[in-house]
């Protein structure tokens, strides 16, 4: 059985920002989790989605990556619709929901201010990401969900954005990985239709095709 978390510090304090950020959540909500979001699923899957950051009363209140969260409406949505989860999706880290061949995980593991980490908590954090991709012994494809999820991952795999920049759709073989790139599932996406629930399922069939090229372990 391989090790369901890469090892972060349950009170990690790298981030003296997001440190700040979340004594304060702490102080208003006492019952949330309120500490870095570990990820969800099996190491042993081959597929990774990697999100922006936990949401504040989203993945920050649940614990579970996408959890809570409008975003993650959506994407559980799909995972259900494409075989990539079994239950249902209930909003909280106990509905039973269990994910196939697949883990969830984030860019950035504390919720910053507003949505939006800076560069250098991206590059801080990504550490873990990046010790995340190495863990996963079957991992081969890789779906990024918005633009920093997909620079972030695609430099930890010896990639440059500014030879393949984030384009909705892309899909980039770096080495033995296949990374594809969508827009977030966030709600401002899906209400400006930038996003729509369509297109992202053209998105989890690119996915489950580069899947189904895989053999499985
Ligand atoms: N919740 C997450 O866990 N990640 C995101 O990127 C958005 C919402």
Same mark, same amino acid.
């Given at each position: 059985?391989?090790?369901? /978390?890469?090892?972060?510090?349950?009170?990690?304090?790298?981030?003296?920002?997001?440190?700040?950020?979340?004594?304060?959540? @702490?102080?208003?909500?006492?019952?949330?989790? #309120?500490?870095?979001?570990?990820?969800?699923?099996?190491?042993?899957?081959?597929?990774?989605?990697?999100?922006? !950051?936990?949401? $504040?009363?989203?993945?920050?209140?649940?614990?579970? *990556?996408?959890?809570?969260?409008?975003?993650?409406?959506?994407? =559980?949505?799909?995972? $259900?619709?494409?075989?990539?989860?079994?239950?249902?999706? &209930? +909003?909280?880290?106990?509905?039973?929901?269990?994910?196939?061949?697949? @883990?969830? %995980?984030?860019?950035?593991?504390?919720?910053?201010? #507003?949505?939006?980490?800076? *560069? $250098?908590?991206? &590059?801080?954090? +990504?550490?873990?990401?990046?010790?995340?991709?190495?863990?996963?012994?079957?991992?081969?494809?890789?779906?990024?969900?918005?633009?920093?999820? =997909?620079?972030? %991952?695609?430099?930890?795999?010896?990639?440059?954005? @500014?030879?393949?920049?984030?384009?909705?759709?892309?899909?980039?073989? /770096?080495?033995?990985?296949?990374?594809? !790139?969508?827009?977030?599932?966030?709600?401002?996406?899906?209400?400006?239709?930038? $996003?729509?629930?369509?297109?992202?399922?053209?998105?989890?069939?690119?996915?489950?095709?580069?899947? !189904?090229?895989?053999?499985?372990?």
């Amino acid at each position: 059985m391989l090790f369901h /978390q890469v090892h972060v510090p349950p009170v990690c304090s790298l981030c003296s920002r997001l440190c700040a950020f979340r004594d304060q959540n @702490r102080a208003q909500n006492p019952l949330y989790h #309120n500490a870095p979001v570990p990820a969800f699923g099996d190491l042993s899957a081959r597929l990774l989605i990697v999100g922006l !950051a936990p949401g $504040l009363s989203g993945a920050n209140a649940t614990g579970r *990556p996408f959890t809570g969260d409008d975003a993650g409406q959506v994407l =559980y949505a799909a995972l $259900l619709a494409h075989g990539l989860a079994l239950g249902d999706y &209930r +909003g909280h880290a106990h509905d039973g929901l269990r994910l196939m061949d697949t @883990r969830i %995980t984030n860019t950035v593991r504390c919720v910053p201010p #507003n949505n939006r980490p800076t *560069p $250098l908590e991206i &590059r801080t954090c +990504g550490f873990f990401l990046d010790q995340e991709i190495h863990a996963m012994p079957h991992l081969s494809v890789i779906l990024t969900l918005g633009k920093v999820a =997909y620079e972030t %991952t695609l430099k930890i795999l010896g990639g440059n954005p @500014r030879q393949t920049p984030f384009v909705h759709g892309r899909v980039v073989q /770096q080495g033995p990985y296949t990374l594809i !790139a969508s827009y977030h599932t966030s709600r401002y996406n899906i209400n400006t239709k930038r $996003l729509t629930v369509e297109m992202f399922d053209a998105i989890m069939g690119t996915v489950s095709t580069s899947l !189904a090229a895989t053999p499985r372990p």
